[in-house]
């Protein structure tokens, strides 16, 4: 329920911010004893702190699924941009009025441009919130407002979107939170998927300090770079094996049909299946698959059974990743996966347009940052179909140096601090590929005295079937904000994660698995129901051999 509304207006540096909430520590908001409330909660749109941000705040008076809360909407550091457009970074903080001292960042995705409920979201499909669980919660949109890329085209947002509207969103959240409860956070955290996953790294990197815990999913590590080079290379393969439309144009979608797939995905299961000890449908240890898409080659003609030579082709080109004319590799390949077939891939690889307008996501999505954001300078009438792949990444490599975050693989100062670090991704992510989570986690480990000792404060879980943050045949519900707390907190390192398929999903409705630390697999134990992931157990390549 809506209490009221104030909004004040603020007008003091960060640091006089900051100074200023050290002083209010001490005082009125320190010595309240009780919770905060309603009122509590007005009184932070009424202080005399303000510059940072003009805010707006709401008390919720809870209801069956979320705790009370106040609600704080604010926008900070307005400005005109070279575009000559209005920018300003806005986010929502939510203050559970139970709280468990715990501050949780909640990533964004996409483009940004939005700002997202504060409730906290988990890993996966999995649904308890961090606000269900008494966490202060933040979002932000990234410091531009729209879901579109044209927010590139002023190199000021470009910057904001990478770095500087995320740190002034952690310092404005760090303010209000103690503003609001008198103290700051015992523990802070940080939790996102995909364009989140990279916040996530970038705050390991840019500052390490911020977060306790950080658990990321599918992390867009090198989105302006290799990842998005990959989305153009997919995107000119398939469409050179698609049919073509009255016009002459190919047809994106039918490059391949969905029972073109889904024999796919049986062959890849028929090959790779059993060799984690279950023949359940999920490829449990994908290292041990070996799939060659030309045994599906038609002996004839093309027909329900068999690919054409073409599709098949372009399948092993595809999976085997991007190269430049004299062979160099410009991205990882990806891993041959069940969940080939399922929507999650088709959205982004080939998308369900019928017409010469491809409308997957690497089209859409991946083709307007590249020519908005990623290209320094901006080429906005760019076409993704014409990219270069001797020429055009070099394009690319300005935004990358401050965008991507694959390039630091020691994480030094996150791990010196005590940083705790959970990596999650679906081996059949149709975007980032698991296999470069599995090359950053390996180069981790390298560069860390080994997996011991790496694993101490970083540990890898691949999340079989899974599509890109959710979804496909997978067991895609999983707890990822409560094994970062326990790791934290204590010192629980987590080697099997549980997870489920949640009831009433198309794949293995109320199924369990472990997740397994990598290069751990969840190996069936030969008795017991293969829907029960108690007849698990996380097992190395040397126990399976
Ligand atoms: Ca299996």
């Known amino acids: 329920m809506v209490m009221q509304r104030v909004a004040s207006r603020i007008s003091a540096s960060v640091v006089g911010l900051v100074f200023a909430i050290s002083a209010v520590q001490t005082g009125r908001v320190a010595a309240q004893p009780t919770a905060p409330d309603a009122a509590t909660c007005m009184a932070l749109g009424t202080g005399t702190l303000a510059g940072l941000a003009t805010i707006t705040t709401t008390y919720d008076a809870g209801s069956a699924s979320q705790p009370a809360h106040c609600i704080v909407r604010g926008a900070a550091a307005p400005r005109t941009g070279a575009d000559g457009k209005s920018y300003e970074t806005r986010f929502e903080l939510r203050l559970p009025t139970a709280w468990s001292g715990r501050f949780l960042y909640q990533g964004g995705g996409g483009n940004d441009g939005t700002v997202a409920p504060a409730v906290g979201r ?12 008494g966490f202060a919660v933040i979002t932000t949109d990234a410091g531009h407002q729209g879901p579109t890329p044209e927010f590139g085209l002023d190199p000021t947002a470009r910057v904001d979107h990478a770095y500087a509207a995320h740190e002034r969103t952690a310092t404005i959240a760090f303010a209000l939170v103690a503003r609001y409860y008198g103290r700051a956070p015992d523990r802070k955290y940080f939790v996102g998927c995909s364009g989140g996953g990279r916040q996530g790294m970038m705050f390991a990197q840019r500052y390490p300090t911020y977060f306790d815990g950080i658990a990321i999913c599918a992390p867009a590590m090198s989105v302006s770079s290799g990842a998005t080079i990959a989305a153009a290379w997919d995107s000119q393969t398939y469409l050179s094996v ?27 299961t028929a090959a790779c299946d059993a060799a984690d000890g279950a023949t359940d449908g ?8 070996r799939f060659d898409p030309k045994r599906l080659r038609c002996a004839g003609a093309k027909d329900a059974s068999c690919l054409t030579s073409a599709q098949a082709t372009a399948l092993e080109r595809t999976f085997a990743g991007p190269r430049d004319s004299s062979g160099r590799a410009l991205y990882v390949g990806q891993a041959w996966d069940p969940g080939i077939a399922a929507p999650g891939w088709r959205q982004w690889k080939l998308g369900s347009s019928q017409t010469g307008t491809p409308n997957a996501a690497n089209t859409t999505l991946m083709a307007g940052a590249l020519a908005h954001e990623f290209f320094t300078p901006p080429d906005p009438a760019f076409d993704i179909t014409q990219f270069d792949f001797d020429r055009d990444p070099a394009r690319m ?6 965008f991507d975050t694959y390039r630091d693989a020691s994480l030094a100062e996150f791990r010196k601090r005590g940083g705790k670090l959970l990596i999650f991704h679906g081996t059949a992510d149709p975007i980032f590929s ?10 981790l480990t390298h560069d860390n005295g080994g997996s011991e000792s790496t694993g101490r404060w970083a540990r890898l879980f691949l999340v079989p079937g899974m599509n890109h943050c959710a979804g496909g045949p997978a067991t895609d519900s999983f707890d990822g904000l409560g094994a970062i707390v326990d790791w934290v907190e204590r010192g629980a390192a987590p080697s099997r994660i549980e997870a489920s398929a949640r009831s009433g999903t198309t794949y293995f409705p109320g199924r369990t698995r472990p997740l397994c630390a990598y290069p751990s697999f969840a190996r069936y134990n030969g008795s017991g129901s293969l829907e029960d992931g108690a007849n698990f157990v996380c097992a190395t390549i040397a126990d399976a051999q």
């Open 122 to 133: 988990n890993t996966g499909s999995f649904s308890d919130t961090g606000l269900q669980r």
């Open 242 to 268: 698609a049919p073509t439309d009255t016009n002459g144009q190919r047809i994106l979608s039918q490059a391949f049909s969905d029972a073109d797939l889904a024999l796919v995905a049986g062959s890849i």
């Open 282 to 289: 999920m490829v449990l240890r994908p290292e041990a698959c």
């Open 397 to 402: 490599e300005a935004f990358s140096a401050i």
């Open 434 to 443: 698991a296999l470069e989570s599995i090359d950053y986690y390996q180069r």
